[in-house]
């Protein structure tokens, strides 16, 4: 398509509840990453994908968090038995080369609000 | 790891006037990318920067990548309503400064 897009828009979980949010890149673009954004602050890495290939999970805040991308195109982000701190933002961005590229700019999606209550 | 540092943190200023905001890295950068964000929309990118001591504009936006390629800033000129939002710079990395939010007032 022609942009990020995401969904769903607004999710409200019960805490434990789990949930799975999905992202449709730009087609064609290698790279993919999931940012966690709280209220009032910026963009927090969760990880990469370079194609179907998950290279970086370092942000990932608990093992309660798991992203796939098994095609390299699609993604789902999935948080497992939610809990109130999970409320955020998640903002999905794809690009056309890797980070260390010139073709490295990100598109992002417009999010998805999750409400944990 | 490293760490992006923006500041200020906030500004409140009158339309019409020149706005500048910087963000600096404790790691060198081989890209700086500032994005703006407006409510409820995912950040959209304002300038690229890609070699130190690069000066690029567009339109009344202008950015520097420092020379020691730890640093860069932005420059908004002749502010207007619409610049209201929270302005965002990354590295290469692809990691996120915390903002600088920007209010212009009419």
């Known amino acids: 398509g022609a942009g990020v897009s995401q969904s769903p828009r607004y999710k409200v979980a019960k805490r434990g509840q789990d949930v799975a949010l999905r992202c449709d890149p730009i087609s064609g673009h290698v790279s993919l990453f999931w940012y966690q954004q709280a209220l009032g602050q910026g963009p927090e890495f969760l990880t990469y994908?370079?194609?179907?290939?998950?290279?970086?999970k370092s942000g990932l805040p608990s093992d309660r968090f798991f992203a796939e991308r098994p095609e390299g195109s699609v993604s789902t982000l999935k948080i497992q038995r939610t809990q109130q701190e999970d409320s955020a933002v998640y903002l999905c961005?794809?690009?056309?080369?890797?980070?260390?590229?010139?073709?490295?700019?990100?598109?992002f999606g417009a999010g998805s609000r999750l409400t944990v209550l | 790891g490293q760490q992006l540092n923006q500041s200020p943190q906030s500004m409140f200023i009158q339309e019409g006037e020149d706005v500048s905001m910087n963000c600096t890295s404790s790691s060198i950068f081989n890209t700086w990318l500032w994005y703006k964000q407006d409510p409820g929309e995912g950040p959209v990118l304002l300038i690229a920067l890609y070699k130190a001591g690069e000066l690029t504009s567009n339109g009344r936006l202008t950015a520097q990548f420092g020379i020691t390629r730890k640093d860069s800033f932005l420059n908004i000129s002749a502010s207007i309503p619409s610049d209201v939002g929270i302005y965002f710079c990354?590295?290469?990395?692809?990691?996120f400064g915390a903002g600088t939010r920007l209010t212009v007032k009419p």
């Open positions: 961005a794809s690009s056309l080369g890797v980070p260390s590229s010139g073709a490295n700019v990100l598109t």
């Open positions: 990354a590295g290469h990395d692809m990691r």
């Open positions: 994908f370079q194609n179907e290939a998950q290279l970086d």
